[in-house]
């Protein structure tokens, strides 16, 4: 079966743009979470949603959303981008939203801001 | 705040040896912890997971144990192999329905564990 996928796997932008990053769950998961990975530290959770709706949201500001489309794969836009933007974008997919439930992640979208 | 600490950020053991990875975290309601494996380019690979309710669970060469009395968690590998070289995370999530942190994975900051053979 397979994983989590995202794409894309790299991506260079400038500062100022606006990014797409998509991410499809393991089949038959219906919850998606997005975190942002910064070199040598552990990932941030960004966002959770679970039926198309957002069940959680982490300390990150606005220029950061995203979507869960009806067949529970997900977007994360982030508008304005900034240096500090670069990081590496993991989505990860459990069954069902909520504590206890297990996250597979995929390989993640590394982004570049210059 | 909450936060999930790990006392070592490196660790090198020789092929053959046990492994033991250790990390503390601060919420004491925190239900449920999982480890990660994460090589280099790779996203994070789940490797076991111990609920609140248990104090230790063992896989395939690895072990986790749970001492909720001073909030550590550890991860043992036996015999490691120079495949095991990557970078560990812990992560803790609250399984009690509100507030933000549900659903929400906090990681620690990771233990870089070199394998020599």
């Known amino acids: 079966d397979a994983g989590v996928t995202q794409s894309p796997t790299h991506l260079i932008k400038t500062r100022g743009q606006h990014v797409t990053l998509r991410c499809s769950p393991i089949?038959?998961?219906?919850?998606v979470s997005w975190y942002q990975q910064v070199l040598g530290q552990g990932p941030q959770f960004i966002f959770q949603?679970?039926?198309?709706?957002?069940?959680g949201r982490g300390n990150f500001p606005d220029r950061f959303s995203a979507r869960q489309f009806p067949n529970y794969s997900s977007e994360l836009n982030v508008n304005a981008l900034l240096l500090g933007d670069s990081a590496l974008y993991l989505c990860?997919?459990?069954?069902?939203?909520?504590?206890?439930?297990?996250?597979?992640f995929g390989p993640g979208t590394r982004l570049l801001v210059l | 705040g909450e936060s999930v600490g790990l006392h070592l950020p490196t660790l090198s053991v020789q092929e053959g040896d046990n492994s033991i990875i250790n990390c503390a975290y601060s919420?004491?309601?925190?239900?449920?912890f999982i480890w990660y494996k994460q090589e280099s380019g790779k996203g994070p690979q789940f490797i076991i997971d111990i609920r609140s309710n248990m104090d230790k669970r063992q896989g395939q060469r690895v072990t986790v144990l749970l001492n909720k009395t001073v909030k550590h968690l550890s991860l043992q590998i036996a015999a490691t192999q120079p495949g095991d070289s990557a970078v560990y995370f812990c992560a803790e999530m609250g399984v009690n329905a509100g507030g933000t942190s549900y659903g929400k994975l906090t990681f620690g900051q990771g233990t870089i564990l070199t394998v020599h053979p």
């Open positions: 919420n004491s309601a925190s239900d449920y």
């Open positions: 990860a997919s459990s069954k069902d939203y909520g504590g206890g439930k297990t996250q597979y």
């Open positions: 089949s038959g998961h219906k919850s």
């Open positions: 949603y679970y039926e198309k709706e957002e069940r």
